[in-house]
């Protein structure tokens, strides 16, 4: 076994040790691929982030790939209406795993400043998982790029084998989610019970509860 401080003295030496994991992991978060679609205003500060300035290719990520089945990342860049909800999971079950995801900005989050309109989503993690969070309206470029290496830690920590293993290596991990539709007075179902607690309406107030039926939380 070779640990830490050896590795570092190899390597001043010119001699690189690694193992599988780290080389498939490696592999992995250097190749990262975005699909190339934007929702919102926020689509114009992912769209800067690839430009001169800040340059997402240092990370190898600058290849936007305008179709699902070659893309790695799908950037949940702005508002994500009701309407607009089903193609975005749709698209998301037509990503090849491993995939991942990015919510960029308070509206793909938790619906922004349009929380409290009938049309739009409070959320896209009601219906697909969601890597990295970011929050701010809009987030800047960097905030894209610090959401970028968080996923980057992320699939660098990621065991090949044993319990927390990524979702692609786990033959009975979910891997596509239900394509809401629009029903009689909101989408259907209200969310996806893989990624999201259980909603039950109540009158004028609403339990949420996790999937083993506890309540987590009342809103009014
Ligand atoms: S978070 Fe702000 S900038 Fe981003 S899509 Fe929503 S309103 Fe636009």
Request: glycine share 10%; aromatic share 8%.
């Amino acid at each position: 076994m070779v640990d830490n401080e050896l590795k570092i003295e190899l390597g001043k030496q010119g001699i690189l040790v690694t193992t599988i994991e780290e080389l498939y992991n490696w592999g992995r978060r250097s190749s990262v691929w975005p699909m190339q679609f934007g929702l919102a205003c926020c689509a114009i500060e992912m769209i800067a982030t690839t430009m001169a300035r800040y340059d997402l290719a240092r990370f190898g990520a600058e290849v936007f790939r305008p179709s699902p089945r070659q893309a790695d990342l799908m950037i949940v860049s702005g508002t994500v209406t009701k309407k607009m909800a089903p193609q975005v999971v749709r698209l998301y079950n037509q990503m090849a795993e491993p995939k991942y995801v990015i919510a960029m900005g308070a509206c793909a989050i938790s619906g922004g400043p349009f929380k409290q309109g009938y049309n739009v989503l409070k959320g896209i993690d009601r219906y697909i998982p969601v890597d990295v969070h970011i929050p701010g309206c809009p987030p800047r470029p960097e905030a894209l790029i610090q959401a970028f290496m968080t996923l980057q830690k992320k699939i660098d920590g990621q065991p090949l084998t044993g319990e927390g293993r990524p979702r692609f290596l786990d033959a009975d991990a979910q891997c596509e989610f239900p394509v809401p539709e629009q029903g009689a007075h909101d989408l259907e179902p209200p969310s996806n019970q893989g990624v999201w607690p259980v909603e039950i309406q109540g009158v004028g107030s609403r339990e949420r509860r996790d999937i083993d039926g506890r309540q987590v939380s009342t809103d009014h």
